[in-house]
């Protein structure tokens, strides 16, 4: 058993959407299971906020912006490689709400990220052009954390991402493992996206852990229960 500290440990919910979820616009195999796990997460922390990718029309990581390029493919951009996807996460559409299932109540602050045409964002630090920020490092660090937990979608993408982040400004982290689901795609050298996205976690000294190891809760400044 691991004993939260209301003070100090925050929850990240990363990208829980319906766009990444079956029937969405890239799906996420098994992705809503993360719903109920990540709910019952939200009950044992005092501080949590989340994730959520917002692409406008046009994004230059979709696919369709790239005539002959297929999702999943990948384009040079003036930052780098980037990774093509179907068009998600629109602004403003059902698809890239917070998953309607979520409890939402729970949610301190919302952290929007890939809303710039020509940039996307995996992290939800600073995105994939390694310069523009998102605030939630100086978030975290107003409101004391010390220890982030990270939770959501998809492990090999934004998870992996946030919490290489994470690891990266010193907050100690780890990834509830069983709170997250992974596209796992194929990579070249026969290997997958998980993989790498593990291999690269453990390098950074992130760690997981499971939801049912986690306890302890109330609001900060109260006894934990
Ligand atoms: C994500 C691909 C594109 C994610 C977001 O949330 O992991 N993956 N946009
Ligand atoms: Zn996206």
Known sequence: ?????????????????????????????????????????????AQAVATQDWHPPGHLSFASQHPGVP????????????????????IGSPGAALHPGLDQARLRAVFRKGFRRAVDSYSGFVENDRVTRTGLDGYLREVGAKRVFLCGLATDFCVAATALGAAERGFETLVVSDACRAIAAPLPDGSSTLEAAWTALQAAGVRTVQSQELHGGGEPGSPSA
Do not use: K
Not at 85 to 90: A, M, N, S
């Open 1 to 45: 058993m691991m004993r939260l500290d209301p003070e100090s440990d925050v929850l990240i919910v990363v990208d829980v959407q319906p766009d990444f979820m079956p029937g969405g616009a890239l799906p996420v195999p098994d992705g809503d299971a993360v719903v109920p796990v990540a709910n019952r997460l939200l009950a044992h922390f």
């Open 71 to 90: 999702p999943f493919g990948t384009v040079r951009l003036p930052y780098g490689e980037q990774t093509v996807w179907p068009d998600h996460c629109l």
